[in-house]
């Protein structure tokens, strides 16, 4: 299922690029509006400097953000690529600014869902994706922010009402993401397994958060159990529910809203 999830969201920004954004001129953000720029004022083709401007980027993001995550994200940037290559560039709308908008919220759908299933669109998105796990940062709006820079030097360089549009599109984008992939809420998890030591290396080893762990007795079996207790990021959810069930498919878990978070929320470098 959350293979299909990212099948479906690169299909969708390719949909959103293609019929809303580049037949109006409208850059697109991160390191493929750069990528343009660049193709635009060099020789240099295109798709060759965006290879190149995300391989350090794909790298850093393999040694941060972990191999599944990587895996996922260049899959998602090889079906975006065929989506752009395949889907014909035809424009659904006359109208440049109403394009810009429903061009921002389909392109803010796709990443949205692609970030959901644990993967990334590349470029500026691996970046939104470190940065909002050290730093607890609402990633559309970091997204935002860089891009924002990036149309700025366009508009320089080339037109101010395709910057503008950008703009735009870009801060819808930002929005939509936001309200698919995480509200930058705090979520409690409680886990109860007889699994607690595998769990709790399982959970270490790939999760930026530290967790306490309690000893206790089912009240029905009166058996040994460990009770796990940790505070994560809303967007993290998916992952960590995939992680308890690698380690225990029986493990009961109880996922609780929480209002505040006072003290040291992520984990602590002990090295």
């Given at each position: 299922?959350?293979?299909?999830?990212?099948?479906?969201?690169?299909l969708?920004?390719?949909?959103?690029?293609?019929?809303f954004l580049?037949?109006?001129?409208?850059?697109?953000?991160?390191?493929?509006?750069?990528?343009?720029?660049?193709?635009?004022?060099?020789?240099?083709?295109?798709?060759?400097?965006?290879?190149?401007?995300?391989?350090?980027?794909?790298?850093?993001?393999?040694?941060?953000?972990?191999?599944?995550?990587?895996?996922?994200?260049?899959?998602?940037?090889?079906?975006?690529?065929?989506?752009?290559?395949?889907?014909?560039?035809?424009p659904?709308?006359?109208?440049?600014?109403?394009?810009?908008?429903?061009?921002?919220?389909v392109?803010?759908?796709?990443?949205?869902?692609?970030?959901?299933?644990?993967?990334?669109?590349?470029?500026?998105?691996?970046?939104?994706m470190i940065?909002?796990?050290?730093?607890?940062?609402?990633?559309?709006?970091?997204?935002?922010?860089?891009?924002?820079?990036?149309?700025?030097?366009s508009?320089?360089?080339?037109?101010?009402?395709?910057?503008?549009?950008?703009?735009?599109?870009?801060?819808?984008?930002?929005?939509?993401?936001?309200?698919?992939?995480?509200?930058?809420?705090?979520?409690?998890?409680?886990?109860?397994?007889?699994?607690?030591?595998?769990?709790?290396?399982?959970?270490?080893?790939?999760?930026?958060?530290?967790?306490?762990?309690?000893?206790?007795?089912?009240?029905?079996?009166?058996?040994?159990?460990?009770?796990l207790?940790?505070?994560?990021s809303?967007?993290?959810?998916?992952?960590?529910?995939?992680?308890?069930?690698?380690?225990?498919?029986?493990?009961?878990?109880?996922?609780?809203?929480?209002?505040?978070?006072?003290?040291?929320?992520?984990?602590?470098?002990?090295?």
């Amino acid at each position: 299922m959350k293979w299909l999830g990212l099948i479906v969201g690169s299909l969708i920004v390719g949909v959103g690029f293609n019929l809303f954004l580049i037949p109006h001129h409208i850059l697109s953000g991160g390191l493929s509006g750069i990528s343009m720029i660049f193709g635009m004022i060099t020789p240099v083709n295109t798709g060759l400097i965006n290879f190149l401007l995300n391989l350090p980027l794909l790298i850093l993001g393999y040694k941060m953000l972990g191999k599944k995550f990587m895996v996922n994200s260049v899959l998602s940037v090889i079906i975006i690529s065929l989506a752009l290559y395949l889907i014909p560039v035809v424009p659904i709308a006359k109208d440049t600014i109403l394009s810009s908008i429903f061009g921002g919220a389909v392109t803010g759908l796709g990443v949205g869902l692609v970030f959901r299933c644990s993967g990334s669109t590349g470029g500026f998105d691996i970046i939104g994706m470190i940065v909002a796990r050290k730093m607890d940062f609402p990633i559309g709006v970091l997204l935002s922010g860089m891009n924002a820079v990036v149309i700025m030097i366009s508009g320089f360089l080339f037109n101010w009402d395709s910057a503008l549009n950008t703009l735009v599109s870009i801060y819808v984008t930002g929005k939509v993401v936001d309200a698919i992939y995480t509200d930058h809420a705090k979520l409690t998890i409680m886990i109860i397994t007889e699994k607690g030591q595998e769990l709790r290396e399982h959970l270490l080893t790939n999760l930026y958060r530290g967790l306490t762990i309690m000893d206790g007795t089912g009240g029905y079996t009166n058996s040994k159990r460990n009770i796990l207790i940790t505070v994560i990021s809303r967007y993290e959810l998916n992952e960590v529910k995939q992680l308890i069930t690698e380690i225990d498919t029986t493990a009961f878990v109880n996922i609780t809203e929480t209002i505040e978070v006072m003290g040291l929320f992520h984990r602590p470098n002990l090295k």
